[in-house]
């Protein structure tokens, strides 16, 4: 009898472990979006916890989606419609349940193709994020990053002018490159308790304008070198702004050119307002 019963507790510990092991396992797959037809694209990513890389490429299909994720712990959903000539894509991902994300696996690799104009809207979370979005014809892009590390980059110039580009950064530590490439024509940021480095070396061209709003964080501006600029902004006694290297004239208290830049043909205008952080703005080649 004593035999038994150490038998059915054995068994019992291998199915409990066996049981254990099958919910905590990892699935991967891969999800194609055809267009269906659509010749221009609106995308909404919501993305809540873990690491996102996203890329392009030159491709019919709408999307390409290789997902490496826990199921018990981890939900995903993908949907897409058409309206007219219009593809509406929608991805998302989420939590089941609260849990320690260091072990939990819920990595993405989205690949979007580069021959459709795109509406692109993204809300990132806790996550390591690598996106590029170089080469992707966008018109308009909506970010709002959450606690975010990782890079942003633009690697190769927008083939359309990018008209609408907003971007709210919570408590991240993010790089945001090439950003002249993104060849937009309005910028807005709002940048909370985070560190960001915003770079607009690039194929820049024509007039450009960026909205910048720090709070209790720190941001550091690239300008490259032989761009016209005009910097507006004042600092209070709880933040700065300072120059590095840049071949600027003061025309007012709180006004700051480059040479030439009523005459330039391709120019960015700054203006800045920081409440406790600080803004350090560096010319580059």
């Known amino acids: 009898m004593g035999k038994l019963k150490t038998t059915i507790v054995a068994g ?8 254990q092991a099958f919910a905590d396992r990892t ?9 269906e037809g659509a010749d221009q694209l609106e995308i909404e990513i919501d993305f809540g916890a873990g690491k996102l890389d996203i890329v392009s490429a030159d491709m019919e299909e709408a999307a390409k989606l290789e997902i490496f994720y826990s199921p018990r712990y981890v939900s995903y959903d993908i949907d897409y419609s058409t309206r007219g000539n219009t593809g509406r894509l929608f991805l998302e991902s989420d939590l089941r349940r609260h849990s320690d994300m260091d072990d939990i696996d ?11 104009p795109v509406s692109l809207e993204m809300d990132i979370g806790a996550s390591e994020s690598i996106i590029d979005l170089g080469g992707i ?4 892009l909506v970010m709002d990053v959450g606690a975010t590390s990782g890079v942003i980059d633009f690697s190769e110039p927008n083939p ?9 950064i919570g408590a991240s530590s993010v790089e945001i490159t090439g950003l002249a490439n993104a060849n937009f024509e309005r910028m807005d940021i709002s940048s909370g308790a985070a560190s960001c480095e915003l770079d607009f070396r690039g194929d820049f ?8 709003e720090v709070g209790v964080g720190s941001v550091d501006i690239i300008i490259p070198r032989g761009l016209a600029v005009r910097i507006e902004g004042d600092e209070n006694w709880f933040s700065s702004f300072d120059f590095h290297g840049l071949d600027i004239d003061q025309i007012d208290d709180d006004l700051w050119e480059s040479p030439g830049f009523d005459r330039a043909e391709d120019r960015l205008t700054i203006m800045i307002d920081v409440s406790m ?5 560096y010319e580059k080649r």
């Open 12 to 19: 019992l510990f291998l199915l409990l472990a066996f049981g």
């Open 27 to 35: 699935e991967e797959v891969l999800e194609v979006v055809e267009t």
């Open 106 to 116: 819920n990595d993405w690799e989205l690949t979007l193709s580069r021959r459709y």
């Open 137 to 140: 014809p966008l018109t308009r």
């Open 160 to 168: 359309e002018r990018l008209r609408d580009f907003d971007l709210d």
């Open 205 to 212: 061209k024509g007039e450009s304008e960026v909205d910048l």
């Open 277 to 281: 952080g600080s803004v350090d703005i």
